[in-house]
């Protein structure tokens, strides 16, 4: 799991990704500045902890076709400045192979270190839940811009689910 900082016009922001190589994270397109710190192992964004290690961003890569508009291929490539140290607490996930498919009644992860509330501050520590994967159908009556191409459904919670901060973090 990977915490991004990044700066636009001097503000701060935050976002989740993945590292999905030792020099490569993966996020969402959005999460894009002047500047992006990554921080691999941070549990405790606030405190400095053994394990984590911070590496700035060379180069950022996003989807060609992204579009902000209509949040399609909102996917984005960080190139990291250093290859990460792999260790019992940094190791790149696995990403699914194509055919692979999240079906219905699969329990994935949801993590990251957004907003606690409409208006709460961030997470101080890294926050998951656990979500079922829903058919299409439920999510077809509940949102009017849902596709089934693009889109992976997944039960909502009361209260837990991801938020403002969390983007680009995975579902697992
Ligand atoms: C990234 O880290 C460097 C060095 O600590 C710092 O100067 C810079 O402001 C940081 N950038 C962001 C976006 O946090
Ligand atoms: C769903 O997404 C696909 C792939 O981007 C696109 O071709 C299709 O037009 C979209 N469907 C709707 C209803 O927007």
Known sequence: MAFLEYHVSEKSFICGGLL??????LTAA??????????????NIYQQER????????????????????W????MLLQLRRKAY???????IR??????????GMVCSVAGWGHLG???????????????????????????????????CRETKKEEGSFFGDSGGPLV
């Open 20 to 25: 999905v190589h030792e020099d490569f994270v």
């Open 30 to 43: 959005h999460c894009w500045g002047s500047s992006i710190n990554v921080t691999l192992r941070d549990h």
């Open 51 to 70: 394990t984590q290690q911070v590496i700035p961003v060379r180069r950022a890569i996003p989807h060609p076709r992204y579009d902000h508009n209509k």
């Open 72 to 75: 399609v291929n909102a996917i």
């Open 86 to 92: 792999l260790t019992a607490a940094v190791s790149p």
């Open 95 to 104: 990403l699914p192979w194509r055919r692979e498919l999240v079906k219905p």
């Open 118 to 152: 409409m208006n709460n501050p961030v997470a101080e520590r890294l926050q998951e839940v656990d979500l079922e994967v829903q058919r299409d159908e439920e999510c077809i009556s509940r949102y009017k811009d849902y596709n089934t191409t693009t889109q992976i």
